[in-house]
Every structure is written in structure tokens, then in C-alpha cells.
């Protein structure tokens, strides 16, 4: 962090007022609406508290991008992370700090660099002709799609296979899908997280008996997950020289002289790919299709640009066809500006730090909301209004310095280009051979968000029909 005098202390900021012991009241799943309103009331620092939890929030970009990039010697993830991600068996990359990161870090960046994803790509079109056939078979048949439950099934799909190898056609399968167990573990790991007090690790209540079920069964695939690689392993040696996914190159460390990796960091980091893969850019899709399906100019433009780019093709089958996809990009840049998936972020400091001026000490908790900037009309004109445009030329620069859904610094997100890669490719896709007749809300009004470490819209459903 930069060596900014100190002129105020976290106790001297002002903020909400709360009730002793208890804090700030707060429904966890609207926690991010409850902190962007204090902002508006109390300034980019402010600070309020969850039992005996408090936070130090901030909103500014600059002074956010600070504390991501002090990460992990100034900032890490938080003990509840790590205590949490511990419980229940995903203590992979996401959670780790301090060396643990370190070692983790290349396997898992090399893994989802571009050149690696690229070759990846005849597998993302296998799973993307999949796809298609399931929303052909909902649109011949008039029905509605469960568009993030369709949305979720297809990127558990993208990133079993880029990440572990496997082909567990969730999309293609009935109903006892590995995702049914992902969809219950991710509000469950947020619920744990803002917490005022770790309750289950006094008394369990039935909630988490049936969670305690779900993490046994992912376990059991991720097991399976990990046998067969090691076949591939023994069948095939130059793996161990070139791994081919995330799995093999995991495999391959652990069992490296003084690797310090061991099986459970195998299998966290499997689990947490799978969960990491599945909601962010899920809910980004759900989001970006709502999105245009609200804006008929911005659809118009998209599609024309699909149609030049595929030349009558139903979806993309050549991964040069994607860098034509310019204002596509810009449609998905646009959604994560205004829908942002992961609205806060909280840091844990390591040691005193000073952050805009204000002392923070080792232990204490940041939280840097994500939206208030890139909605602020200082760096954005209209910045309410959906408008994809502001992504190309010129202004795009800057724009990326302001909202950043992917983080920054050395915690950067590692699948931000296999994300990109799916949305391009689904939004192509549907664009391509769908018509959008509608997107629906539970009550006919504008989505609902809902955090559940995630932001998703709630109840989206689809109706499409073939483009003739």
C-alpha cells in the first residue's frame, strides 16, 4: 500500500449503528444492497459490524486496487475462509494463503492460461452442441427454461472437462447430477462466512447434517475424478512431463520430492474449480441474457455480429470465429459492470496496513464493494443504463480500471479467459439459432439479486424459439 499519512482510525468512521453484541441486522443474501446504501449514506470508507465481526468498507477503485494488489503479504483471504474451506473439503487455491498459495498458484494459472484454453476448444464445441439440442427439444416443445440451472449444468460441463478431464454430461443426464450437490454447498459456504458466530461447531442443525451429505457425495466423485487420472497417468508417462489438465499437473506435484502438496490439496482444488466454474460464470450468462433480452438495440447488434461471424453456422465450431465476437465481448463486459457476481470482496490484513488514509490493523477485515464506482456517473457517463458500447475503443481503458470482475493484483481470477470463452461462445449459440421470446421474473418485475457468495438473479426463466 502506498505510505498515505494516517488520519483517522477505523473506530473515528462513521456508519450504521448497531445493537450490542449483535451488530448491524442484515439478511445475508442482501448484504451487498444493504453495504451499497451505506455508501451512499456514509461516504467510499465507512465501516459497520456483524456480531462481534466488523468491517472496514471500502468503495473507491484505486484504493481498492491497493489492497487486492498488497495481496498475499499485506492482505490474504480470511480465517473463516480458511476455516470453512477446511470443514468442508475444498481448501484448494481460492482459500489457501501465504506459501500454500504460492505452490498452488502456477499449476492452477497454467492450467487456464489462453494457450491452454484454445486447445481446449473442440472440447468446449462438443459440450456446446449439447447444449444447443437440449434448448432445441425446450423450444420445439414451447417450454420455459430454468435458465441458471440450464446455465449451471453447462459450465460444470466446461470446466470438468478443461480442469479434470472428464465428461460428466450433466447436461445430457437425468436428474442426479453432480450439480445438485454444488447448487447446496455454495449458499451454505456463505451463510458460514458472514455468520456472526461459527454455531456449527458447537451443535449441528439438521441443515448442515444434509450438507455434511452433499460434500460426502462430491467427495466420492472427485475421488473418481482423481482414479482416473492417475490411469492416464500410468498408461500414458509423458503425462507426467506434460500434464494435459489441472488434474494431471496436480497429480504429477504431489508426487514430486518436496512438492509440500498432499491429497487433500488435490482434491480442494478440484472441488473448488468445480464450485469456482460453475456459479460465477453461470450467473453472468443468466444476467447477460436478461440484460439484452431488456434491451432490443443491444440484441439487434449482438446477433447481426453472430451472424457475420459464424457465416450460417449454428454456433461457433473455429476458435478464430470468437475474436470477431467484439461487441458480444462488450455486451458481457457491460453485464459485469452493472450485475457484478461478486459484489464484495473481503481481505483480511496480515500486518498494520494504512488504507486511504485510515490505520488498519493486523486482523481486521476490508471489505471492498465492487459496483458503487463502476455505477458512479464520475467515471461512467449514464451509468444505470445498459449500454455495451462504452466498452469499445478509446473509453474501454479506463473502464476497466473502475469495474474489475475479475479482481486485480496477484489474486487476479485464473479462469477469467476460459469464462469469456464460455459466454462468447453460449451467447453466440443462442443468439445463432434462438430467438429470445421472452425472459420472465417470479413477479413480472425487474431480478431480483441474491448473494450467496455469488450474486444471481432469482427465478430467471426463458422462453426461445427456433430462428428460422
Not at 81 to 105: H, K, P, S, T, Y
Not at 360 to 388: I, W, Y
Amino acid at each position: 500500500m502506498s505510505p498515505s499519512p494516517v488520519t483517522r482510525r477505523i473506530r473515528d468512521l462513521p456508519g450504521p449503528r448497531g445493537l450490542p453484541l449483535i451488530g448491524n441486522l442484515v439478511n445475508p443474501t442482501r448484504l451487498h444492497l444493504a453495504a451499497e446504501e451505506w455508501s451512499r449514506r456514509y461516504g467510499p470508507c465507512f465501516r459497520f459490524s456483524l456480531g462481534r465481526r466488523e468491517f472496514f468498507v471500502v468503495t473507491d477503485p484505486e484504493t481498492i486496487a491497493g489492497v487486492l494488489r498488497d495481496r498475499p503479504d499485506g492482505f490474504q483471504r480470511t480465517s473463516r475462509i480458511g476455516l470453512v474451506a477446511r470443514e468442508m473439503g475444498f481448501d484448494g487455491l481460492f482459500a489457501a494463503n501465504g506459501e500454500r498459495w504460492r505452490r498452488q498458484r502456477p499449476m492452477v494459472m497454467a492450467s487456464f492460461d489462453p494457450a491452454h484454453t484454445k486447445s481446449f476448444f473442440p472440447a468446449l464445441v462438443r459440450v456446446t452442441e449439447r447444449f444447443a439440442r437440449r434448448w432445441q427439444r425446450a423450444a420445439a416443445a414451447g417450454e420455459e427454461i430454468d435458465l441458471q440451472a440450464d446455465l449451471m449444468r453447462y459450465t460444470v460441463d466446461v470446466t470438468a472437462g478443461l480442469a479434470f478431464g472428464a465428461d460428466i454430461n450433466t447436461i445430457e443426464a437425468g436428474e442426479e447430477v453432480i450439480q445438485q450437490h454444488l447448487d447446496k454447498i455454495m449458499p451454505a459456504l456463505f451463510k458460514r462466512l458472514m455468520s456472526p458466530l461459527p454455531y456449527w461447531l458447537q451443535s449441528r442443525l439438521p441443515p448442515d447434517r444434509a450438507l455434511a451429505g452433499h460434500v460426502a457425495a462430491l467427495r466420492v466423485a472427485v475421488a473418481d475424478f482423481i482414479a482416473r487420472a492417475r490411469g492416464r497417468i500410468e498408461r500414458e508417462p509423458r503425462l507426467r512431463e506434460h500434464p494435459g489438465n489441472l488434474m494431471e499437473a496436480l497429480l504429477v506435484a504431489r508426487e514430486a520430492p518436496g512438492s509440500g502438496l498432499d491429497d487433500a490439496d488435490v482434491s480442494g482444488n478440484v472441488l473448488t474449480m468445480l464450485l469456482a466454474g460453475e456459479d460465477t460464470t453461470a450467473n453472468t450468462l443468466a444476467w447477460m441474457i436478461y440484460l439484452l433480452a431488456r434491451h432490443p438495440e443491444a440484441m439487434r447488434r449482438a446477433t447481426q455480429e453472430v451472424h457475420r461471424a459464424l457465416d450460417g453456422e449454428s454456433f461457433p465450431t473455429r476458435y478464430e470465429q470468437l475474436s470477431a465476437l467484439g461487441f458480444v465481448e462488450a455486451c458481457a463486459n457491460e453485464t459485469m459492470r452493472l450485475k457484478p457476481v461478486a459484489p464484495i470482496i473481503i481481505a483480511e490484513a496480515v500486518r498494520d496496513r494504512v488504507v486511504a488514509g485510515v490505520e488498519v490493523p493486523a486482523g481486521q477485515l476490508v471489505m471492498c464493494l465492487m459496483r458503487p464506482a463502476a455505477t458512479d456517473a464520475r467515471h461512467f457517463a449514464n451509468p444505470g443504463a445498459f449500454e455495451p458500447g462504452r466498452w469499445q475503443g478509446e473509453s474501454a481503458a479506463s473502464a476497466k480500471r473502475v469495474a474489475m470482475p475479475f479482481g486485480a493484483g496477484p489474486r487476479l481470477c485464473p479462469g477469467r479467459y476460459l469464462a469469456m470463452l464460455e459466454i462468447k461462445n453460449l451467447i453466440a449459440m443462442l443468439l445463432a439459432g434462438f430467438e429470445v421470446e421472452r425472459v420472465s421474473t417470479p413477479d413480472g418485475g425487474d431480478a431480483r439479486e441474491h448473494l450467496a457468495f455469488t450474486m444471481a438473479p432469482v427465478g430467471l426463466r426463458a422462453k426461445l424459439r427456433m430462428r428460422q
